[in-house]
């Protein structure tokens, strides 16, 4: 919540809401249209044409997506199982609804999934829902492993009530440690365990966590919001083969959909629970403007998904190797033998004063990165890490052979230590030869 003077938010937030108030509190109706507008295009110009856009939780959505966020259909509602609506009139769109959950279940090989959710938190929050009641243990990955919000005590999890333990991690693999996992799920018995996070450089050791489940009556849940696209494109694991009971997902980031959310499952029990939170649960209208904009992402991904995935993580090995000859200090989990396995790549921030300060130096550049933990020593004040992701340079066409150029624009600005400004025309030149989004279907 924002309003006048809240003093629960951050100096700078405050600052820059009383500033940002003062000039449009005197702006007319019409003038205030014009400046709606204007921020509109200034921050699409900004992101989509003019930055190299490294940042991991995000995408170029396929313009025909949306244009069908647009549509009226969007604020009809469709309460109810297709085929049995509350709301009459919508013959149409009820067909829509059937034509998303199919296409879905083709796409993940599951049988069933639930897309009437808003976001992947609202996703994760489902699934606790759907397996946990409050007051309930379940355990997460920690920050260092890159656990989001959503899992713990500040998020739905804590919202909801439940005590959250920490998924024992082996840093040297960044994959969960099963024989700390056992010893620890026995003493704590969760109901369930949270699998995955914000950054996963490599596949998780899913069998052994679900055996490790299955011994105590827990479910597994895979937190696939960063790997949906990829998962979609089968080039990293399958969860829901491998033995999650439940995977949920973020539409926006790898996918490459509009912002939503969905919930996956093999399991009927769990299925009939997750129906009946989505309706009459949370939601009542949901918007069917997303669910047409999600059928043409999904559209995407079984056509091209397989060649989109294949080639996030092709960039992203050989950025990373880009980074690493420029001298940039890019993680590398001690007990393997490559920087990454997925889209995502780390960088140890401590050489750049901190992940969150690196990330707002280098975007003074145009070149968009953010902040997270890794397991590695702290810095004082700030992440100590960054996270970069390349599925979004990867839509726009960006390929291995482009890797060194990106590295040394950054490097430029990471290792150099040159005005940020004096390399952001240089950034937006390079990014001029990027105007096309590939992997989507025309
Ligand atoms: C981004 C993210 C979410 C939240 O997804 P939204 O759709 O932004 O709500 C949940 N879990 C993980 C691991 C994420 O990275």
Not at 47 to 67: F, H, K, M, Q
Not at 302 to 313: F, N, P, S, T, V
Not at 337 to 343: I, L, V
Not at 394 to 414: K, N, S
């Amino acid at each position: 919540m924002t309003g006048t003077g809240p003093d629960w938010i951050p100096t700078a937030a405050a600052r820059f809401i009383a500033a940002q108030e003062a000039r449009l509190a005197s702006l007319s109706l019409d003038e205030l249209d014009r400046e709606l507008h204007l921020l509109v295009a200034a921050q699409e110009r900004q992101v989509d044409r003019e930055s190299i856009n490294l940042y991991a939780g995000t995408n170029i959505p396929n313009p025909r997506a949306g244009a069908l966020l647009a549509s009226s259909i969007g604020s009809r509602p469709n309460l109810g199982h297709p085929g049995a609506k509350y709301n009459k009139g919508m013959q149409h769109a009820e067909q829509l609804e059937v034509m998303l959950s199919m296409l879905l279940r083709r796409l993940f090989n599951a049988r069933f999934v639930e897309h009437r959710v808003g976001s992947g938190s609202l996703a994760n929050l489902y699934a606790f829902m759907a397996t946990c009641r409050p007051g309930d243990a379940i355990m997460a990955f920690s920050d260092a492993a890159a656990g989001h919000p959503t899992h713990h005590e500040v998020g739905a999890a804590g919202l909801y009530g439940l005590k959250v333990h920490e998924v024992p991690f082996d840093a040297a693999r960044m994959d969960v440690d099963a024989d700390a996992l056992r010893e620890a799920a026995r003493r704590i018995r969760p109901r369930l365990i949270i699998v995955a996070g914000s950054m996963c450089l490599f596949p998780y050791n899913l069998r052994a966590v679900r055996g490790i489940a299955d011994e105590i009556g827990a479910h597994v849940l895979y937190d696939a919001a960063h790997m949906g696209g990829l998962i979609a494109g089968g080039a990293f694991q399958q969860p829901l083969a491998e033995g999650a009971h439940l995977m949920t997902g973020s539409t926006y980031k790898s996918f490459g959909g509009p912002p939503s959310g969905i919930v996956l499952t093999n399991e009927a029990e769990l299925a009939a629970r997750l129906d009946r939170i989505a309706f009459p649960g949370l939601t009542a209208n949901f918007d069917l403007g997303r669910t047409s904009a999600m059928i043409v992402a999904v559209l995407d991904l079984l056509a091209h998904g397989r060649a989109y995935a294949a080639a996030c993580i092709a960039n992203a090995q050989e950025l990373a190797a880009a980074m690493d000859r420029a001298g940039i200090a890019v993680f590398r989990p001690a007990a393997r033998d490559a920087f990454t396995n997925s889209q995502h790549v780390a960088l140890d921030a401590a050489p750049y004063g901190g992940g969150n300060r690196a990330s707002a130096r280098i975007e003074s550049a145009n070149i968009l990165f953010t902040s997270i933990g890794l397991p590695l020593p702290s810095v004082d004040g700030d992440a100590n890490g960054i996270r970069i992701g390349t599925q979004e340079i990867t839509r726009w066409g960006m390929q291995p052979t482009d890797m060194a150029e990106i590295a040394a624009l950054a490097a430029r600005v990471l290792v150099q230590d040159e005005d940020p400004a004096r390399v952001r025309p240089d950034v937006i030149a390079f990014r001029r030869r990027f105007q096309q989004i590939h992997f989507v279907r025309g």
